[in-house]
């Protein structure tokens, strides 16, 4: 059994919170670095085999240039990283988590900004360094929060999902239950986050990076319908550790209402944001699902 499918199990990351309070913090991270070595070469894996197909297409390289392979292990050395730190302060609660992450000042401002309003918002991102940091610091704050997760199909991502919600966060997977949630969520002035960077052939074909992908149009269908402004954000990590939440963008859907396709207009406004700040560090952009099917080749029309 390989590293890889050993974290897929309900029991791997309870195997790794439990081990995070027992050993001492400098030995996990050092444990931590050589997983993620050890992790990367595992070429055959779907999990790094998306990865480097994703990150040639970001950076514009072949997927065994050295260059791949150093980002791909640090991906995943991140994403470690970054769950240790959770498991860390879980004892702690909200409290423990605002020592190590924490939104920057005018993301919450401008948040208060549009509430006030008497509005509610939709904050969309992408699979990030520090993604769960920022949902759960949400979670803990005053704001009616709802989350739009994934459908829950890896014990893993049940296990994450358990995490998450240990802190208190409303977290739905998606759904025609879910959705109707969030309109009313939106409606009502509460604040609705979602991911818009995952593949989802449910949604439309857009484009990234220079390529065409399908991704998720849905965030766009609640703005459009509820006139809710979209907040683009980000996570990132800082040079002392902590993890931090930035605005890139607040777009207005009333803009699109006259588009041809206004939902995949508004959608595809949102996606070229991310690319940018993606685009600037591919290392903390943890997507391990293929994006683009036929990675660096040529697409055609679908």
Do not use: C
């Not at 990283?81 to 992450?101: N, P, Q, T, W």
């Not at 459908?151 to 739905?172: C, K, T, W």
């Not at 699109?256 to 903390?284: C, M, N, T, W, Y």
């Amino acid at each position: 059994m390989s590293l890889v499918s050993i974290a897929n199990t309900r029991w791997g990351p309870n195997a790794a919170k439990w081990l995070v309070r027992v050993l001492p913090r400098r030995f996990i991270l050092w444990v931590a670095d050589r997983i993620a070595g050890r992790v990367a070469r595992q070429k055959d894996t779907a999990m790094v085999a998306a990865l480097r197909s994703n990150q040639s297409v970001v950076q514009g390289l072949p997927e065994d240039d050295p260059k791949i392979l150093e980002t791909v292990e640090a991906i995943i050395r991140n994403t470690i990283r970054s769950y240790v730190s959770l498991f860390d302060v879980m004892d702690g609660g909200h409290e423990a988590l605002a020592k190590i992450a924490h939104p920057d000042k005018g993301l919450l401002e401008k948040i208060d900004e549009i509430l006030a309003q008497d509005r509610g918002m939709l904050y969309v991102g992408a699979h990030t360094v520090g993604l769960d940091h920022l949902l759960i610091y949400m979670g803990g704050l005053d704001y009616p929060t709802q989350v739009l997760a994934y459908p829950e199909v890896l014990p893993s991502y049940q296990a994450q999902n358990d995490l998450r919600r240990s802190f208190g966060m409303n977290l739905s997977p998606v759904s025609y239950r879910s959705l109707r949630e969030a309109i009313t969520y939106l409606r009502n002035g509460g604040v609705v986050i979602t991911a818009a960077d995952r593949p989802d052939e449910s949604g439309a074909f857009l484009e990234f990076f220079g390529k065409r992908a399908w991704l998720p149009v849905g965030h766009a269908r609640l703005a459009l319908k509820t006139n809710a402004p979209i907040m683009v954000g980000v996570t990132y990590i800082t040079d002392g550790g902590r993890y931090r939440a930035k605005t890139l963008t607040v777009i207005e859907p009333e803009q699109f209402v006259g588009h041809a396709e206004p939902e995949k207009a508004l959608a595809q406004a949102v996606i070229h944001e991310l690319e940018g700040f993606i685009r600037d560090h591919p290392s903390e952009w943890w997507m391990f699902h293929r994006v683009w099917p036929d990675g660096n080749d040529e697409l055609g029309e679908r």
